[in-house]
């Protein structure tokens, strides 16, 4: 699988038909193929959508797949190996750079179904562990009973996760690894599209929050606008009025504060993050 994702351009389609026939029969054996460095690039360079669909394969175990067990419980396959020195998660791990540079709607698409997967999975998961009498009792919780209700787009929605998703682009290392490493991955593009003038704000945030149903994505599109106030004074208005934005931000800002929390690329959180409740 290693080899098929590096030829790039030079796949062809029976290199693409092996690859999509691997991500139906064996997801599993597509770790080498997303994880391995450049791998994401040589795909992209073939076919965005190819990429887009193998990170999905991958990384998101269907419910037959997906364990409750207490140390296994994300509901999204882990990285790779990368050292006993090497940091738990980072932007540059996996695909998702050249996932976003390449197709940066998609990108954020396909994020997007990773997160809602995760968070729904991840509060699935604290429900059934708070209610279950006897372990292995599983019982299959609404939909309706997940999340918070939160009007960021000027309407309701229903946003999955437990609390501590909000801070999972700060690396807390209380979510899926790859997530957290996907959503740094998404802040530095945003940057960069913001800096270059390639995307306007109005267009970032109803690229982020569009297809989002999860408290992560919001999170990070929050962290964004903090950092470029001069550009989101409108589009923040939105989060401003919620109270759980309030209450999960000085929560956030408490436990980095306190050193509880990851602090990305060894720079520090205050600068980096931004908030309207420091």
């Known amino acids: 699988m290693r080899f098929l994702a590096l030829l790039g351009p030079d796949l062809g389609a029976s290199g693409e038909a092996l690859l999509r026939r691997a991500a139906e029969d064996d997801p599993h054996c597509l770790l080498a193929a997303v994880e391995e460095p450049w791998a994401g690039s040589s ?3 073939y076919s965005r959508a190819l990429l887009i669909d193998l990170v999905e394969a991958y990384y998101i175990e269907s419910d037959t797949e997906a364990s409750y067990e207490p140390l296994v419980r994300e509901g999204i396959r882990r990285h790779g190996f990368h050292g006993l020195a090497s940091p738990m998660a980072a932007p540059w791990y996996g695909p998702f750079l050249a996932m976003f540079r390449y197709d940066f709607v998609g990108g954020v698409a396909c994020l997007n179904r990773l997160l809602d997967h995760a ?7 604290q429900t059934l562990r708070l209610s279950t009498p006897r372990w292995g009792e599983i019982n299959h919780v609404a939909e309706e009973d997940q999340g ?11 946003y999955a996760g437990l609390p501590d998703a909000w801070q999972w682009y700060r690396v807390v290392y209380t979510g899926p690894l790859p997530c957290t490493s996907a959503l740094q991955a998404l802040e530095i593009v945003c940057d960069q599209l913001l800096e270059d003038g390639w995307i306007q704000p109005d267009e970032l945030i109803h690229t982020l929050m569009s297809d989002c149903g999860n408290l992560a994505m919001p999170a990070l599109a929050y962290g964004i606008m903090v950092r470029h106030i001069e550009r ?3 589009n923040l208005d939105p989060f401003l009025v919620e109270p759980f934005v309030w209450q999960a931000e000085t929560r956030r800002v408490v436990q980095e504060q306190a050193g509880l929390v990851g602090n990305p690329w060894g720079r ?5 993050a931004g908030s309207a409740v420091a």
């Open 43 to 45: 795909l992209a360079q």
């Open 148 to 158: 918070v209700e939160l009007s960021l787009l000027g309407t309701s929605r229903r």
């Open 268 to 272: 520090p959180a205050s600068r980096r």
């Open 119 to 125: 968070t729904r999975f991840q509060t699935r998961f």
């Open 232 to 234: 989101f004074q409108r």
